[in-house]
Every structure is written in structure tokens, then in C-alpha cells.
């Protein structure tokens, strides 16, 4: 589906958020879920309407319903089940409670679930526990191997930061051993409880990405990146430098509002539920009108109009930067992304603040 996308037109991902309740509280949660659901989220009906709205992006438009826990809705295997009928490829990320027995599992496979993601952010009890704050890991290996046992495809989300990235070769063992068909693993944003989280340097979140190339070369599941585009520019590079067997892809990637839409629980509508930023409202104006023509999702869908050393980047089409981090740091999504190292040939302008030494002129390792 992504050769022949336009994301001018259509978002490969459109995520709806159709709770923020959860059972959990950890620590890095974008959404700072609590217990109760939101008195004024969307309702099943318009919940069946915004499926509706999605299958007018056209055939096969890949929804992601996420959380908090969506099993927190007690209409959850009907919305599947609508968004199924509609042709419209059902997908889920809960959360990893006991709430994900085999049985549900099983049930959301019957309603039409194509894929589940689970977030594994480390690779034993103790450290994935220890990051998230709460006991969630042996819920999530037994839903992961529910979802094998009820033929759900697997998906597993890996957050990175200082406290994670160091666990990333052995977490890398375990995708391999609960079988997933992709690995997405998401680079830090300030956002929500993550605020307290240190990220990963610039440096070191470019040896991470060259990394994670090796990872895609050496392994049967897939590997992408969240929040960090510039992926696409490391892998460009080792082409370029002989380090990888073929041809880097040089299309563009997806970026909040470029490929990626985001409904939140209360019918919102964002560029990426990590840049909480509203260009309309679902019980307003449909979620295809907003994607495609509100001013804000336009402007993040135009790298040459990126300020900073993301719109001087070769690479701004094939990469762009993440637009919910230079919201989240700068407070404008059309600034750098503060997590790239690269620094463009001749460029010498300003540079994110994580770029610059003590005394206010760039680091050495920034160029």
C-alpha cells in the first residue's frame, strides 16, 4: 500500500485513542492515563462514524486503536467489528494487564483484529518493570504469546531512552523469541509523565540508529523507528558508504501530519498523539477534511518551509525530522529535531540547544 501512497490525500497510520483510562501508570505514559474513562469521549456511535470517516481515506486504511487501554471500553469487539466490515485493517495496542486474557485475545481476533502491538520496554521482569513503574511484564509476554496462539500478528514497541538503551541487544532477543513480525522502537519525546524521562544523546541515538540497520539486516521481522526519521538518513548514508547491501529507500518517510493522524480519546484531532497540537474536532469536521486540509497538517507536510538545519538537510524529504519533539522542545513543530546529530554542508545557522557546548558555540560533535 505505502508505493502508491499519497499522504498528502490519506495517512498510512490514523490512531484513535479511544480511551485515555488505563489500569496502569507508568512512568513514560504520552497520555498520563488514570484509572476512569473520560465522561465526555466519543461515544460507540460516533466512534462507527469515525471508522466511517477513515474508509473514506480509501481502500484498506490501517487504524490503530490505542490508549490508555482500550479494553477499558466494554464496546471495543463491535467497534472492531465495524471498522472490519468497512474494510478498514483493524489494529490494537493495549495494555499489558491481566484484563489481556487468552480469551480476549481470541475474541479480538474473531472481530477482526489484524495486528497487536505490546510494549516491551525491557528484556527481563526487572528491568522492564523497573522502567514503567508498574508490574506489567510477565502480563505482556503471556498476552504476546495469546496473540500467537490466536494467529494475531505481533508487534512490539520498545521506548528508548538514558534508562533503556543499553537493554536494546538483549530486548532485540526477546522480539526474536515471542515471534513478532515487527519491532518498533520509539526514541523518547517529553511529553505526558515522560517529561522526568532523560532521553538519549544525539551521538548516541545515531550509533543506535546504524544499529538498528544491522538489526534489520541479521533479522526475519521487520525494524522501524518511532519519533526518529532520521532513521531513513542513516540508512541513505550506509548505502552510500558501501555498509549496506542495497539501495536505502529514498521515499519519504511518515511524520506527525505526513502519513500519521491521531484522534484523540475526546475527538480531537492531532498531527501525532505526541504533538498535542488540535487542528479540529471529529464532531465538527471529519477527520479526512482535517487531515487534508487544515493549515497545520499542510505546514508539517512541507520540509522545504521547516526552519532551523531540517529545512537546509538534503534530506528533509526522506526524513524531516520528528515534528513532536521540536514541538515539545521548542514549542513550534517546524523547528529542528534536537535528537539528530547532523549538521548539513555549510550550514551555519542555529543549531537545538542539545548541539551546542557550555559556552554557547557548537559542539564538536554536532559537526
Not at 101 to 109: A, F, H, K, N, Q
Not at 342 to 349: F, K, L, N, R, S
Request: hydrophobic share 35%.
Amino acid at each position: 500500500m505505502f508505493d502508491d501512497l499519497d499522504t498528502d490525500r490519506r495517512p498510512l497510520v490514523l490512531v484513535w485513542e479511544v480511551t485515555q483510562a488505563c489500569g496502569l501508570a507508568c512512568r513514560h505514559c504520552r497520555a498520563n492515563a488514570r484509572p476512569q474513562r473520560h465522561p465526555d469521549e466519543l461515544t460507540t456511535a460516533e466512534g462507527k462514524r469515525l471508522l466511517a470517516d477513515a474508509a473514506a481515506f480509501g481502500d484498506g486504511q490501517l487504524v490503530v486503536l490505542s490508549g490508555g487501554d482500550p479494553l477499558a471500553r466494554d464496546d471495543l469487539t463491535e467497534l472492531v467489528a465495524h471498522g472490519d466490515d468497512l474494510g478498514l485493517r483493524m489494529t490494537i495496542t493495549p495494555s499489558g494487564t491481566r484484563s489481556l486474557t487468552p480469551e480476549r485475545v481470541s475474541d479480538l481476533g474473531d472481530a477482526g483484529i489484524a495486528r497487536m502491538a505490546l510494549s516491551l520496554d525491557g528484556s527481563t521482569r526487572e528491568r522492564h518493570d523497573a522502567f514503567r513503574g508498574e508490574e506489567s511484564f510477565a502480563d505482556t509476554v503471556a498476552a504476546a504469546r495469546a496473540a500467537r496462539d490466536a494467529g494475531i500478528p505481533l508487534q512490539i514497541n520498545t521506548t528508548v531512552c538514558a534508562d533503556t538503551v543499553e537493554d536494546l541487544p538483549a530486548i532485540r532477543d526477546r522480539v526474536r523469541d515471542l515471534g513478532a513480525v515487527l519491532w518498533s522502537v520509539f526514541f523518547l519525546v517529553p511529553v505526558g509523565r515522560g517529561r522526568v524521562l532523560d532521553p538519549v544523546s544525539p551521538e548516541r541515538a545515531e550509533a543506535a540508529m546504524a544499529w538498528l540497520h544491522e538489526v534489520s539486516e541479521e533479522e526475519r521481522c521487520g525494524v522501524k523507528t518511532t519519533e526518529a526519521p532520521f532513521y531513513r538518513r542513516v540508512g541513505i548514508q550506509r548505502a552510500e558508504a558501501g555498509s549496506a547491501d542495497a539501495e536505502a529507500d529514498r521515499r519519504g518517510g511518515v511524520t506527525a501530519g505526513r502519513g500519521f493522524g491521531f484522534v484523540g480519546h475526546t475527538g480531537e484531532v492531532y498531527p501525532s498523539g505526541f504533538l498535542p497540537e488540535s487542528a479540529g474536532h471529529v464532531r465538527e469536521r471529519s477527520a479526512v477534511d482535517v487531515y487534508r486540509n487544515a493549515d497545520l497538517f499542510e505546514s508539517l507536510r512541507d520540509p522545504d518551509g521547516f526552519s532551523g538545519k531540517c529545512g537546509a538537510c538534503e534530506f528533509r524529504h526522506v526524513c524531516g525530522g520528528s515534528r513532536s519533539r521540536a514541538y515539545a522542545v521548542t514549542g513550534d513543530p517546524t523547528d529542528s529535531d534536537p535528537l539528530c546529530p547532523y549538521v548539513p554542508d555549510g550550514y551555519d545557522g542555529p543549531l537545538p540547544e542539545r548541539q551546542r557546548g557550555a559556552d554557547g558555540e557548537r559542539s564538536e560533535s554536532a559537526d
